[in-house]
């Protein structure tokens, strides 16, 4: 790592807007972000704080390229490359390239791919691309194990597949998941919402630990006290609701 | 992680007319390696026409298409020989139909149907092209005892199976799907899916897959192209597109069914 890794910001963004435009529903707009300015370095972890329906979600899915920005831009510093991406602009190569090796993304409800069980579910984001030999698939077997364990998750259901799992147990899934790469950039929408005191605590020393080795965290913490043992800053998104009559 | 440096395939302006109508008017897109790519619309939107025109199964009014052939790099697959078109079909692509009896020889055994394709690669050897196709049954999940049966006596899943080992015999960099998984039971389906899922990230396929199913393209597809009367309307990652559609149709499509 080069000096500028610790004086640029992993994450910029810059006048960030958004607004849906419901075509079917009379063409309405609804404007939900705008003027959304922030940065995250390495090692931080900023949290969103605002009230239900203040776009804390849309704001991390616009990140994540899930959504597309309606103005502004996000910049993020890509391990691998020299150059900054500018997500708004970006091509869906170089956006799928930015999911597998820099943007990790925890979201509130686990997507569940039928008939995979849930130790497969936690190890795929170590085995994308191309077909893994045995040594790569007994190790992202091992790290999954360990995250597993670490959070909770009894181990007569680890070759389950989770779509009957309880909302916590697929929650703690989805976050073992985000947390087995060492993503530089981790978006976690309330990932300790339907925890329990010892999961939440989990999820604060998997944080912790991610910001040990660099990485840049951006998370939506629902519990206030959560909020204050993991968040090195508090983004107030009120300051990001547009003005009414704007557009 | 290496980065490719071009596609695998390009699509450049295609057109097709049946009669007067454009079944497919000025569409072009990019595939590179790995990247599996959904097209879905309603029918009679242009997708199997698309499909075909890609595949060189049929030959487009205008436009290009360029695939990555392993020696000569990008070729146009409407100017080549008849014979280097059937080869490359053969070999580097796959085609899995929607009805299986198209895409199978229905009074050949199993084993027979997988192996042909390695005999198009000049593999000879009998016990060597059994072998491979009963490891290939394995991959498939079908039950390799049944390698001397021919498909007459399969289910519909069955054949879907047998008919995607066919294909992937010969590791080809391209499989063109036309609705893969509909008309089979939903519990078959999702089975298949999870099949197709697993062998396309596993082998990094590069893939279109045709689907009226929007089910289909989240499970499968890394991008997704949206069609509507022979027009791209929509494109961008497939998540983006059903989570955040910007054309009106492509919100029908997606307000239209639960949860895609
Ligand atoms: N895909 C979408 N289409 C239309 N409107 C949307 C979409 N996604 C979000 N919205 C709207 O954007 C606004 C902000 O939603 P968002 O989910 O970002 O809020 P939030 O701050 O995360 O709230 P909560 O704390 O309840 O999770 C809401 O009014 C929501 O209805
Ligand atoms: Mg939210």
Not at chain 1, 167 to 195: K, V, Y
Request: with cysteine; aromatic share 4%; charged share 25%.
């Amino acid at each position: 790592m080069t000096d500028t890794s610790t004086v640029l910001p992993a994450l910029r963004v810059d006048g960030l807007a958004k607004r849906f435009t419901l075509h079917h529903q009379g063409g309405v707009e609804l404007p939900v972000l705008e003027g959304v300015s922030l940065e995250a370095f390495r090692g931080e972890c900023v949290a969103l704080d605002g009230p239900s329906g203040a776009g804390k979600s849309t704001l991390l899915k616009l990140i994540y390229a899930n959504y597309r920005a309606t103005a502004g831009s996000i910049r993020v510093r890509r391990e691998s490359a020299s150059a900054e991406v500018e997500v708004t602009r970006a091509d869906a190569r170089t956006l799928l390239a930015l999911r597998r090796d820099t943007i990790g993304y925890v979201s509130q409800f686990l997507r569940t791919v039928p008939r995979v069980g849930a130790l497969d579910v936690v190890a795929e984001p170590l085995l994308v691309g191309g077909e893994a030999d045995t040594s790569a698939l007994r190790e992202a077997h091992r790290k999954a194990q360990e995250l597993l364990l670490r959070l909770r998750i009894p181990q007569r259901l680890w070759h389950v597949p989770p779509a009957t799992f309880s909302g916590g147990e697929q929650q703690r899934i989805n976050i073992a998941r985000s947390f087995i790469r060492s993503w530089p950039i981790l978006l976690l929408d309330e990932p300790t919402a339907s925890l329990d005191a010892d999961n939440c605590s989990t999820v604060a020393s998997l944080i912790d630990e991610a910001r040990a080795r660099g990485a840049a965290v951006i998370g939506i913490f629902h519990d206030a006290r959560v909020r204050e043992r993991v968040a090195t800053k508090v983004i107030d998104m009120e300051r990001f609701q547009p003005r009414p009559g704007s557009r | 992680m290496t980065e490719d440096t071009s596609p695998i395939l390009r699509v450049e302006g295609v057109v097709k007319y049946y009669g007067a109508r454009a079944a497919v008017s000025g569409v072009s897109f990019e595939l590179w390696p790995g990247e599996v790519l959904a097209v879905v619309g309603e029918s009679g939107s242009g997708k199997s026409t698309l499909l075909n025109s890609v595949a060189a199964r049929v030959r487009p009014d205008a436009g290009r298409v360029s695939f990555l052939t392993r020696h000569e790099g990008m070729v146009d697959v409407h100017a080549m020989s008849e014979a280097q078109r059937r080869l490359l079909a053969r070999t580097d692509w796959g085609y899995v139909h929607q009805d299986a009896v198209q895409g199978l020889r229905m009074n050949v055994s199993a084993g027979a149907n997988v192996g042909e394709r390695l005999m198009a690669l000049g593999e000879r050897h009998y016990g060597r092209i059994r072998s491979e196709a009963a490891s290939w049954l394995e991959r498939v999940e079908m039950d390799v005892a049944r390698i001397d049966d021919t498909p007459a006596t399969f289910s519909g899943g069955m054949r879907q199976r047998l008919q995607i080992a066919r294909n992937l015999v010969t590791r080809p960099r391209l499989v063109f799907m036309d609705e893969p998984t509909s008309g089979l039971d939903v519990s078959v389906q999702a089975k298949l899916l999870d099949l197709l899922r697993s062998l396309t990230r596993g082998l990094s396929l590069a893939a279109i897959v045709v689907t009226h199913d929007l089910a289909v393209a989240r499970l499968l597809a890394h991008r997704m192209i949206v069609m509507k009367e022979g027009r791209m309307v929509e494109t961008g990652l497939t998540d983006q597109v059903l989570d955040d559609p910007q054309h009106p149709y492509t919100q029908l499509l997606v307000s239209s069914v639960l949860q895609p």
